[in-house]
């Protein structure tokens, strides 16, 4: 079942229209979102972060749509699903039907789309630099829109190449995130993760990460710039995601981490998860 406005609807009674903003010119965005235990996963942030982009992309903020508003709606449509000990949802937003680049109208359409989890932490983790094309900085970047090229492009170049995940540069050459979440490195007892001016997503794990790890006295977080051969001159590599949460990464290149850091971060953030605080 898929709720669309508010309505649960079977997916063969679900239509799109062919004017569909989304559809047509990518004017649309999407949180994606963890239920565990009838619980949504950090949900005050998602919320936060969906309101603050639908300001950005001028679109019309509808008054229904509260804190409690939108969980209900998650929730009522993870429980027609079955899925409420674990699922992942995809909350979509985009411009009403109508117009070419301008649209008719600011007012938005809504899906809540729900399914199992079926993907969860590995062993071993491989990552490269995807170099074919740049994922640019700028604000723009950091918002979760359908317009993800650069990330499917990145995907496949990782399957095709026996690869977990791709590291995106932009157009300086400067590590952003990788093609599904965000990137963090660790030397000696410095934490590091792309600043967000470097145009990578505003990612809500990343921001519990960062919170956890400031308040860790051994330790210290730069939100900052960094180049390519910094990761293989790390001791550590992780890479964080809503679902996933924190996934270690064994290898990069020729170089091979350990993931000692990056376990007890994951283990911080379940509680995290569990807790809320």
Known sequence: MV???GDL???ENLNISLNNRGFKYGDSIFETIKIQNNKVIFWEDHYFRLMSSMRMLRM????QFTLEFLEQEIIKTVKANDLEKGARVRLNVFRKDGGFYTPLSNSIDYTIEVAAIK???KNKYSIDVFKDFYNFSGLL??????NRMVNTLASI???ENDLDNCVLVNERKGVVEVANGNIFILKGNTIKTPAIEEGCIKGIVRKKIIDIISKNEEYTIEETSISPFEIQKAEEVFITNAIIGVQPVTNYKKKTF??????KIAKSLKVLEFTGN
Do not use: M
Not at 141 to 146: A, E, L, P
Not at 258 to 263: H, K, N, V
């Open 3 to 5: 709720n669309y406005n």
């Open 9 to 11: 609807l079977s997916i």
């Open 60 to 63: 019309k903020i509808p008054l």
């Open 119 to 121: 993907t969860g932490t």
């Open 141 to 146: 970047s950091t918002v979760k829109t359908n």
């Open 157 to 159: 170049y990782a399957k």
């Open 258 to 263: 350990s993931i000692d850091f990056g376990t």
